[in-house]
């Protein structure tokens, strides 16, 4: 008997195999755009997996190291990266992956297509999509609220697809004293002329460190040598890390990060010591004018992870068209392929969410959004984040689980997977950070109501009969929604922070319900084929709206297990 060996999974051409890429792009673009568009995704949906694995092989297995010293005991602080690292920098520059967004060729539709190809090359990118995303989110920022200068040197370096001009940014945030309360940041600002101030502090977890600038944070020293507290002293800074001479920039760095996940990023603890930065925007408005910023990197963290699902799901898919067990192949045992159909589900509701991001940003960007579409965009942008970000590692766990004991080892590969899904809560906000960025859009900038007209509209706009009852049981969910909330508004700030989470999930579901029922008429009608119709019904059988009263005894039980101590037995807790 010949001795067995397993096939790996294979993939082929990640675009012309994604069918819910093609179809929502068809939906999405005019067929003019969608000609000039689509050759330019076949050959990249074609590289990443082709001559892109070699270089993130490299790049994985060549960490980043920190060189502190030359030989001759001179503090030098290099970050030595891959070669393959180095080499998507370049791809990624050639490739447009941020050009795109701001050449604007496509006009809002321009970040549809720009995401498009982010989302095919993340997965084959060893994590260059996080310095990506910033590089992204700063060339926003200076658009919006960058000086002249700024937009007339910087700026271009960040949109360019020549590789020898390409800059990528950092984003130097967190502190030891916090990362999400950024109130509490303690790098100091003090004034050196005109526009320009001197940075002191330490900023504890720095990504895309060996980048050549970045935005971060800091407190504007006053007249007296005084800084204002909380997030009202706060004010943004644009640095370059290195000077004239390449040396780095009155900055030290005194760590790489040990992380669990993304391992090929450069991730350092340094001190700013006098490193020169400009600030951007109005003195003060820090917080406000990171939001720029911080919008545009939280729409990538949701492709990221809408991207990480669906590559999972196709590996796993080819596994078990590959992989026998009990006399038949994986894909033929019913229980497994119920496995597989509930991923599909859970990535076309994560992608569907996020690519209506996607286009409401890019009608943002060009200056057609209305004002309703502005209040959607800034309450679906948190909801898409921190929903598919979860979505994302559950998913990818039960990926690994598809392969058996193959998804536990490492030379496989498929480990990394998880451990890199694992930041995507993580990072740009925690899950519970946005559900309470959700309900402060809703209470400052009133968005649930153009958010609930934009659902109703949607789920109007669903007229096949065969659908009337999936429509009628969402409506009905977003009924229950909309009755929580004046219960939750009324009832103070306790009540509505401890059920965020669970409302935030609730609005992400249902949203997504009407997105993916839309999406399964256009399917029926185009293409005659009712497996999106499949994926809206059982998406929409699922539980829409857990919603949570944590009213004053739930609370305090609450207290009592999330601390471990005593609760008293009464007739609150035996109800």
Same mark, same amino acid.
């Given at each position: 008997?010949?001795?067995?060996?397993?096939?790996?999974?294979?993939?082929?051409?990640?675009?012309?195999?994604?069918?819910?890429?093609?179809?929502?792009?068809?939906? #999405?673009?005019?067929?003019?755009?969608?000609?000039?568009?689509?050759?330019?995704?076949?050959?990249?949906?074609?590289?990443?997996?082709?001559?892109?694995?070699?270089?993130?092989?490299?790049?994985?297995?060549?960490?980043?190291?920190?060189?502190?010293?030359?030989?001759?005991?001179?503090?030098?602080?290099?970050?030595?990266?891959?070669?393959?690292?180095?080499?998507?920098?370049?791809?990624?520059?050639?490739?447009?992956?941020?050009?795109?967004?701001?050449?604007?060729?496509?006009?809002?539709?321009?970040?549809?297509?720009?995401?498009?190809?982010?989302?095919?090359?993340?997965?084959?990118?060893?994590?260059?999509?996080?310095?990506?995303?910033?590089?992204?989110?700063?060339?926003?920022?200076?658009?919006? @609220?960058?000086?002249?200068?700024?937009?007339?040197?910087?700026?271009?370096?960040?949109?360019?697809?020549?590789?020898?001009?390409? $800059?990528?940014?950092?984003?130097?945030?967190?502190?030891?004293?916090?990362?999400?309360?950024?109130?509490?940041?303690?790098?100091?600002?003090?004034?050196?002329?005109?526009?320009?101030?001197?940075?002191?502090?330490?900023?504890?977890?720095?990504? !895309?460190?060996?980048?050549?600038?970045?935005?971060?944070?800091?407190?504007?020293?006053?007249?007296?040598?005084?800084?204002?507290?909380?997030?009202?002293?706060?004010?943004?800074?644009?640095?370059?890390?290195?000077?004239?001479?390449?040396?780095?920039? @009155?900055?030290?760095?005194?760590?790489?990060?040990?992380?669990?996940?993304?391992?090929?990023?450069?991730?350092?603890?340094?001190?700013?010591?006098?490193?020169?930065?400009?600030?951007?925007?109005?003195?003060?408005?820090?917080?406000?004018?990171?939001?720029?910023?911080?919008?545009?990197?939280?729409?990538?963290?949701?492709? &990221?992870?809408?991207?990480? %699902?669906? @590559?999972?799901?196709?590996?796993?898919?080819?596994?078990?068209?590959?992989?026998?067990?009990?006399?038949?192949?994986?894909?033929?045992?019913?229980?497994?392929?119920?496995?597989?159909?509930?991923?599909?589900?859970?990535?076309?509701?994560?992608?569907?969410?996020?690519?209506?991001?996607?286009?409401?940003?890019?009608?943002?960007? &060009?200056?057609?959004?209305? /004002?309703?579409?502005?209040?959607?965009?800034?309450?679906?942008?948190?909801?898409?984040?921190?929903?598919?970000?979860?979505? &994302?590692?559950?998913?990818?766990?039960?990926?690994?689980?598809?392969?058996?004991?193959?998804?536990?080892?490492?030379?496989?590969?498929?480990?990394?997977?998880?451990?890199?899904?694992?930041?995507?809560?993580?990072?740009?906000?925690?899950?519970?950070?946005?559900?309470?960025?959700?309900?402060? #859009?809703?209470?400052?900038?009133?968005?649930?109501?153009?958010? $609930?007209?934009? %659902?109703?509209?949607?789920?109007?706009?669903?007229?096949?009969?065969?659908?009337?009852?999936?429509?009628?049981?969402?409506?009905?969910?977003?009924?229950?929604?909309?009755?929580?909330?004046?219960?939750?508004?009324?009832?103070?700030?306790?009540?509505?922070?401890?059920?965020?989470?669970?409302?935030?999930?609730?609005?992400?579901?249902?949203?997504?319900?009407?997105?993916?029922?839309?999406?399964?008429?256009?399917?029926?009608?185009?293409?005659?084929?009712?497996?999106?119709?499949?994926?809206?019904?059982? $998406?929409?059988?699922?539980?829409?709206?857990?919603?949570?009263?944590?009213?004053?005894?739930?609370?305090?039980?609450?207290?009592?297990? !999330?601390?471990?101590?005593?609760?008293?037995?009464?007739? /609150?807790?035996?109800?």
């Amino acid at each position: 008997m010949a001795e067995f060996f397993q096939d790996a999974p294979q993939l082929g051409n990640q675009f012309d195999d994604d069918r819910v890429l093609r179809w929502y792009l068809e939906r #999405a673009l005019p067929a003019e755009v969608r000609e000039e568009v689509e050759p330019d995704l076949r050959n990249l949906g074609g590289r990443v997996v082709g001559d892109l694995l070699p270089l993130a092989a490299d790049a994985h297995q060549n960490p980043p190291r920190l060189v502190q010293f030359d030989p001759w005991g001179r503090r030098i602080d290099e970050i030595e990266t891959a070669h393959g690292w180095r080499a998507l920098d370049r791809i990624s520059a050639e490739e447009g992956l941020v050009s795109i967004a701001y050449e604007r060729r496509f006009g809002p539709l321009s970040r549809i297509y720009q995401f498009a190809k982010l989302y095919l090359f993340s997965p084959a990118s060893a994590t260059y999509t996080c310095p990506l995303a910033m590089t992204d989110g700063a060339a926003r920022a200076i658009e919006v @609220h960058g000086d002249p200068e700024l937009q007339m040197t910087t700026y271009p370096r960040l949109i360019t697809r020549d590789p020898d001009q390409f $800059w990528t940014s950092g984003q130097w945030m967190t502190e030891r004293t916090g990362g999400s309360d950024v109130g509490r940041t303690q790098t100091i600002a003090r004034a050196d002329y005109g526009a320009w101030y001197r940075l002191h502090g330490t900023k504890w977890f720095t990504s !895309a460190t060996t980048s050549q600038m970045a935005m971060t944070l800091a407190r504007i020293d006053d007249a007296q040598g005084r800084s204002l507290p909380g997030s009202r002293g706060l004010s943004l800074f644009y640095l370059e890390t290195r000077d004239a001479e390449g040396q780095l920039n @009155h900055i030290t760095i005194h760590r790489l990060k040990d992380k669990l996940g993304t391992r090929s990023l450069p991730t350092a603890e340094l001190t700013l010591d006098g490193t020169p930065a400009k600030l951007l925007g109005k003195a003060g408005d820090g917080v406000r004018n990171i939001a720029t910023l911080v919008n545009v990197t939280r729409i990538h963290n949701a492709v &990221c992870a809408a991207a990480t %699902m669906r @590559h999972g799901l196709a590996l796993a898919r080819d596994y078990a068209a590959r992989r026998e067990a009990f006399g038949r192949r994986l894909a033929d045992h019913p229980l497994h392929a119920e496995t597989l159909a509930n991923l599909q589900i859970e990535f076309q509701a994560a992608f569907h969410l996020t690519f209506r991001a996607v286009e409401l940003m890019g009608k943002e960007e &060009c200056g057609q959004a209305t /004002s309703e579409e502005l209040a959607v965009l800034r309450l679906l942008t948190p909801l898409a984040k921190l929903f598919t970000a979860r979505q &994302c590692v559950a998913a990818t766990s039960e990926v690994l689980e598809t392969f058996g004991g193959a998804g536990y080892v490492e030379d496989t590969g498929l480990p990394r997977l998880l451990r890199d899904a694992q930041v995507l809560p993580i990072w740009e906000g925690t899950t519970n950070i946005l559900s309470i960025d959700a309900l402060r #859009a809703i209470d400052r900038q009133d968005a649930f109501g153009p958010f $609930w007209e934009e %659902m109703d509209r949607r789920l109007s706009g669903i007229t096949m009969d065969e659908l009337s009852g999936d429509v009628a049981a969402v409506r009905e969910a977003a009924s229950r929604i909309r009755a929580y909330l004046p219960v939750a508004l009324g009832e103070g700030s306790d009540f509505q922070q401890a059920g965020a989470r669970a409302f935030a999930f609730s609005l992400a579901r249902t949203f997504a319900a009407g997105l993916l029922l839309e999406q399964a008429q256009w399917t029926a009608r185009h293409k005659d084929d009712a497996r999106d119709i499949a994926a809206a019904r059982r $998406w929409r059988r699922q539980e829409l709206t857990p919603l949570a009263s944590p009213d004053a005894t739930h609370r305090h039980e609450t207290h009592a297990l !999330a601390d471990d101590v005593g609760l008293e037995v009464s007739d /609150s807790v035996m109800r």
